[in-house]
């Protein structure tokens, strides 16, 4: 190339050949140049939306393993006896074991999804405003038999969980809790 430009300038030739292929060349290298950075744009934009789209990990909470457990203390609306009422974890264990009639007529499984029904919607607020945006309640017994199954809303932030694990006389029966926070 240098030695075309000393050819060139010995002979006296028109330099504007010269200059016009160095100025293409600098636009194809500013175009190149482009080129790249689009690329990596689109990439990045891509690996930014499988990120997204990925569920979330499910993170322990204490905040929701206390609800839990106070939860388990709730009195109920099932009275066994004129003076005993069974708590939410009492419900629990009789539907799981022998679905026990309260002094209503109803039975414990009966009881104990009116009582989940009241306790989520009242303890886990779902709302455009609400810091919880969707929550997953579930009591597995043996053999992954299900015995209640909630959820309400639609999860698109952090999933926090808690699990409780409870005894009967013939079965180990668990708690699970899984609340969506907003982002």
Known sequence: MRTWTVYNWI???????????????????????????????????????????????????????????????????????????????????????????????KSACETMNYTANNLLGEGLRICADCPNTAYRFKIVGDSNRTILSLKEGNCTGTITTALLSLHTYSERVRVEVEVCKAI
């Open 11 to 105: 002979w006296g030739e028109d330099m504007k050949r010269e200059r016009n292929h160095l100025n293409k060349r600098g636009q194809e290298e500013i175009v190149g140049f482009v080129l790249i950075v689009l690329l990596v744009s689109v990439i990045a934009v891509v690996f930014l939306a499988i990120n997204v789209r990925k569920p979330s990990e499910k993170l322990p909470s204490a905040e929701i393993e206390s609800f839990l457990q106070s939860s388990m203390k709730y009195s109920s609306e099932c009275l066994i006896t004129a003076k005993r009422r069974y708590t939410f974890k009492d419900l629990i264990v009789s539907c799981a074991e022998n679905n026990e009639r309260c002094m209503n007529s």
